[in-house]
C-alpha cells in the first residue's frame, strides 16, 4: 500500500518554462517532507524539504508548497534548465519514533532545450 | 568529505550464489539505512540501523535477506540464496541526529544487481 504516491512517471517540459512535479500522501502523521533528485548512476541527492507547520518553502530555482487538507505537495521549478532532466522523488518523514522516510516512485522530468 | 561508498557498483551472478554488497558512510552519522530501488516500488526501506544497532527491518522482502553493521563504519547486505527478482539497484544511505532536526539521508551511488 503505497503511502506516497507520484502519480506522473514522466514529465516533458521546454527550456525556461516551469516545471511542477506533484505529490500525494495518505498518512496524516507525516510531517516533514523532502524532495530528491536522482540522475542516471547516481544516488539520490537531496534537494530541498518542508515541515507540516509551513505551506511554502523556496530555494533559489526551487519552491516546494504543501497543502495539509489535501494531502499534496509540489515541486516547482522556475526556470527550468536541461540540467534538471533527472527523476524526482518525494518522501515523508513520520515522528513515530524511528527515522524512516517513505518515498514515493518517482517522476522523471525531461527539459528540452 | 567523502559521502557514502558502496561495492560493488555492478554485481551479475547466477541464481542460488550468495550475494553480499557493502556500504561504508559518511564518518560521524549514527543512522545507516539500506534500501532497494525497482520500477514498480521506487526506492524501498529494506532495514536501518542506529549505532551499528537494527532497528527496523520490516522492509526485509524475506529470510535470504540479512544485513550486518559491526561497527560504524561498515555495513553488509547479504542475499543468500539470490534470486531473478532480486535484481535491483541497492542503495546505502547514512544520516546524522545531532544538530537541526531532520537531518536528510545521503545516499552512495548503488549496487545494480542482476541475477540471471
Known amino acids: 500500500d503505497q503511502q506516497v504516491k507520484q502519480n506522473s512517471p514522466s514529465l516533458s517540459v521546454q527550456e525556461g518554462r516551469i516545471s511542477i512535479l506533484n505529490c500525494d500522501y495518505t498518512?496524516?502523521?507525516?510531517?516533514?517532507f523532502l524532495w530528491y533528485k536522482k540522475y542516471p548512476a547516481e544516488g539520490p541527492t537531496f534537494l530541498i524539504s518542508?515541515?507540516?507547520?509551513?505551506d511554502k518553502n523556496e530555494d533559489g530555482r526551487f519552491t516546494v508548497f504543501l497543502n495539509k487538507s489535501a494531502k499534496h505537495l509540489s515541486l516547482h521549478i522556475v526556470p527550468s534548465q536541461p540540467g534538471d532532466s533527472a527523476v524526482y522523488f518525494c518522501?515523508?518523514?513520520?515522528?513515530?519514533?524511528?527515522?524512516?522516510?517513505?518515498f514515493g516512485t518517482g517522476t522523471r522530468l525531461k527539459v528540452l532545450a | 568529505d567523502a559521502g557514502v561508498i558502496q561495492s560493488p557498483r555492478h554485481e551479475v551472478t547466477e541464481m542460488g550464489q550468495e550475494v553480499t554488497l557493502r556500504c561504508k558512510p559518511i564518518?560521524?552519522?549514527?543512522?545507516l539505512f539500506w534500501y532497494r530501488q525497482t520500477m514498480m516500488r521506487g526506492l524501498e526501506l529494506l532495514i536501518y540501523?542506529?549505532?551499528?544497532?537494527?532497528?527496523?527491518d520490516s522492509g526485509m522482502p524475506e529470510d535470504r535477506f540479512s544485513a550486518k553493521m559491526p561497527n560504524a563504519s561498515f555495513s553488509t547486505l547479504k542475499i543468500q540464496p539470490s534470486e531473478p527478482r532480486d535484481s535491483a539497484v541497492y542503495f546505502c544511505?547514512?544520516?546524522?541526529?545531532?544538530?537541526?532536526?531532520?537531518?536528510?539521508?545521503?545516499f552512495g551511488d548503488g549496487t545494480r544487481l542482476s541475477i540471471l
Open positions: 544511505a547514512s544520516s546524522s541526529t545531532t544538530g537541526a532536526n531532520n537531518q536528510p539521508q545521503h
Open positions: 498518512n496524516s502523521m507525516f510531517d516533514y
Open positions: 518542508i515541515s507540516s507547520i509551513k
Open positions: 518522501a515523508a518523514y513520520a515522528p513515530s519514533g524511528t527515522y524512516k522516510y517513505i
Open positions: 564518518s560521524g552519522h549514527d543512522y
Open positions: 540501523f542506529n549505532n551499528n544497532v537494527p532497528i527496523d
